[in-house]
């Protein structure tokens, strides 16, 4: 853990706000005091305690921290584009205390010694928990296993092939059952590669107007049914990363009714966009899987609402200038996201797209246990909380960002939601300086 | 203007509606197309002079920048550039600066400092042009000469200049596109251009693989059977069938395809009598034509190549036109604050 459990922090109590939590929490103007790092009181035994720092959140919504299952810190290796420090800290500005780090670094984390590297650079550099994720085959080549236990023991809490694919699937069968020998959980972004192929953007109306070359949706549904019949077999723990086609909901569904241990999460920005978006050519919404149609966007709303789609992760990319600076086949897909995850969320939920329960839950509880840790307001509980106002308004920009990275299609538009105060282990990991 | 407006007009258009690039014919209006086909027709007086030069473009310098190489358009472009006066520089980009890790975005810039006042792009990557005119040189008037898939409007442009010469109008009109539509910048445009005109129907002839998904959203009709797609034509415009289609498993082989979709004097003969025949070039003879129909009564494939230098003519003084409109505006705002 990056962030040693013996800190002590000061005594404090945060008055005023609403409580509000993924396992049903949710009252407003209850007190919640921190002592030790831990959640110590909640309602009227915190309001009784003494506290060497008082806070006043009045008008604030108090949620446990926000987990990222897919987030991109570019260390080691590409430090042009981001790196650990910069980007824990944007992680904090967007209320999350905790990141899962992509094993797409340079070199890949694919050893027990880059595991540890990331996690010595996180421990004195990041302010919020980042917990590695192993490559799940060596050199993320997709063709031969990786050192996953020696991975587990060094700290990684789950192995996955990042966005890339594995070779075939007889490879992907030995992955799981690899993995499922040590109880690990397997992260896999679903894309069959030889469907597709040199796509990048969603095969539908609007490439076949501009030319653009698609990558179908068989490409990922082909490849989800491929792996819940490999996980039936193999008895592993599937977690099945940024869906982003509505077959792909019903498929997890079916076979969550079947007993498959499968969970899956969705990117934010799949939520909030389309392929529409891209119909000027505009880079900044290339990403991987692609923008599809409104109806999957629909869908994957749907997925979360009902529980099929467990996490709303941030698939933060934070790019250098030259990786965006071309004609869109020949930009690098990824966007700057962690820092307007919430705020998108709460555009969502203002156009009641989802609650605001759905929204925290997805963001807190929802990840936190694929990855078997806990999130809730609770005594006893690790005071990793953000403190945001819905009514405040931000507008994404080179003055507001912190992420080395600053193509984001939200830049120069007003976004509703501020987040006041990340705390992890009671510990300011951001405070805003506004308002 | 935002990112998500499907329309690139707030690109190519000058505030009052002038050409000022010239990147598809996407969000262009009939009249406008109108108007590129009468100064067309304005141009081909000039080149059926002795001295075949107007001073239009005189003083201005115009680069062809062709990152993908071609012989016959780059040839047009240059020989349109010329009798409209303009000094012209070839650059041929797929062997130069770029193969020595130059960005294009740099190659760009280095040629706007030399006082570029028009760039000609073909590019291999569908919206190149419009990524140089939007973010890279937007103070140069862009024409685009093919983009990947995306779009090739002064070819659009010139076959619809040449049905026009042909049938006095596009109203009433049954049009067939045949072939390679899923790979075709041409067919694209040539699809747009035709329902903004007004034609009464596009089909499109071609098997399964080699159409887009959701072709149909584009304004046409698919059919699979060239006999019955050829029944009442009036124009059918065959595509250029690549080599390599047959590697990626898209066809069988070139004898399959000719027998299905090429035209012979057969097939040519259930259109309507005084059906017209297009071919973008270059022809593979035996592939998607026959030679007696290629060279035959009905075909107006080299009066396409003549149009190409008018209508290209046309688009660079119209949208050179419109830069210079916009220069003069910019800097009399500044001089007025």
């Known amino acids: 853990m990056s962030v040693t459990e013996t800190t002590v922090g000061p005594v404090m109590k945060l008055v005023g706000g609403r409580l509000l939590d993924g396992n049903g929490v949710d009252s407003s103007g209850t007190s919640l005091l921190i002592r030790g790092g831990k959640i110590a009181a909640i309602g009227e035994a915190a309001d009784k305690a003494e506290a060497d720092d008082v806070i006043q959140v009045d008008g604030c919504v108090i949620t446990p921290g926000f987990v990222d299952l897919c987030c991109n810190l570019r260390e080691p290796g590409n430090g042009q584009k981001g790196n650990i420090e910069s980007e824990t800290r944007a992680a904090a500005h967007g209320g999350f205390t905790t990141v899962c780090a992509s094993p797409e670094t340079s070199p890949v984390n694919d050893s027990g010694a880059v595991t540890h590297l990331i996690r010595d650079v996180a421990a004195s550099r990041s302010p919020v928990r980042v917990l590695p994720v192993g490559a799940v085959t060596r050199g993320l080549e997709g063709d031969l296993l990786s050192d996953m236990a020696g991975l587990a023991n060094a700290g990684c809490v789950a192995v996955g092939n990042g966005s890339r694919a594995v070779k075939n699937a007889r490879i992907l069968r030995r992955c799981m059952a690899y993995a499922q020998t040590f109880g690990l959980t397997v992260m896999f972004s679903p894309e069959n590669q030889s469907l597709a192929a040199d796509g990048y953007a969603h095969d539908g109306l609007v490439t076949s107007r501009l030319g653009l070359l698609g990558i179908p949706e068989v490409a990922e549904t082909a490849a989800v049914m491929e792996m819940l019949l490999l996980a039936e077999e193999t008895g592993v723990r599937l977690h099945l990363s940024q869906l982003s086609c509505a077959r792909s909901v019903d498929m997890v569904a079916n076979a969550r009714q079947r007993g498959i241990a499968v969970t899956a999460d969705v990117a934010m920005h799949q939520l909030v966009f389309t392929e529409d978006s891209i119909a000027g050519f505009d880079s900044r919404f290339h990403v991987r899987p692609p923008l599809r149609a409104e109806a999957d966007r629909v869908a994957l709303l749907a997925g979360v609402r009902e529980g099929v789609i467990d996490a709303i992760v941030s698939q933060h990319q934070p790019h250098d200038t030259a990786a965006k600076q071309a004609p869109f086949g020949a930009t690098e897909p990824g966007l700057s996201s962690i820092e307007s995850v919430l705020s998108l969320g709460l555009e969502l939920v203002e156009r009641a797209e989802l609650s605001l329960q759905q929204l925290i839950g997805a963001l807190t509880s929802g990840p936190a246990a694929i990855i078997g840790r806990e999130s809730a307001l609770a005594g006893g509980a690790a005071a990793d909380l953000c403190i945001f106002d819905m009514q405040q308004r931000w507008t994404p920009g080179p003055e507001t960002l912190i992420s080395a990275g600053h193509h984001a299609p939200v830049v120069g538009r007003s976004l509703p939601g501020v987040v006041r105060m990340t705390l992890v282990d009671g510990c300011k990991a951001w405070t805003s300086t506004a308002g | ?337």
């Open chain 2, 1 to 337: 203007m935002t990112a998500n407006d499907p329309s690139p007009n707030h690109l190519q258009l000058t505030r009052d509606g002038q050409l000022r690039h010239f990147l598809t014919l996407d969000g262009l209006d009939r009249a406008l197309l109108t108007d590129i086909l009468d100064t067309a027709d304005s141009f081909i007086e000039v080149g059926e002079r002795t001295i075949k030069k107007v001073p239009l473009l005189r003083g201005r310098t115009v680069v062809n920048l062709f990152f993908e190489s071609s012989t016959r358009t780059r040839s047009t472009f240059e020989l349109a550039a010329k009798r409209l006066s303009a000094d012209v520089l070839n650059l041929d980009i797929s062997t130069s600066a770029t193969s020595k890790g130059e960005s294009l975005s740099d190659t760009l810039l280095n040629l706007e400092a030399m006082a570029s006042d028009m760039f000609v792009v073909r590019h291999s990557q569908s919206g190149a042009p419009h990524f140089i005119a939007e973010s890279v040189t937007p103070g140069v008037a862009i024409i685009n000469a093919g983009d990947g898939r995306h779009a090739h409007p002064t070819q659009a442009m010139l076959d619809m200049l040449t049905i026009r010469q042909h049938k006095g109008r596009f109203e009433g009109l049954k049009v067939a596109i045949v072939g390679d539509v899923l790979h075709s910048r041409v067919a694209r445009s040539q699809i747009r251009a035709l329902n903004e005109l007004g034609a009464a129907e596009v089909r499109i002839i071609a098997p399964g693989t080699l159409l887009p998904r959701d072709v149909e959203s584009l304004g046409c009709k698919v059919e699979y059977d060239m006999s019955r797609g050829m029944k009442d034509l009036d124009v059918v415009i065959m595509l250029r069938l690549q080599k390599e289609r047959m590697e990626g498993a898209l066809l069988p082989s070139e004898r399959e395809f000719y027998r299905l979709y090429g035209l012979n004097q057969e097939k040519l003969a259930l259109a309507h009598p005084e059906c017209i025949v297009m071919h973008p070039g270059p022809i593979n003879r035996g592939v998607e034509i026959e030679s007696a129909v290629a060279d035959g009564p009905q075909s107006v494939i080299l009066n396409q190549v003549t149009n190409g230098i008018a209508i290209r003519m046309a688009v660079m003084s119209m949208a050179m036109g419109g830069q210079i409109a916009e220069r003069q505006q910019k800097s009399s705002e500044r001089a007025q604050a």
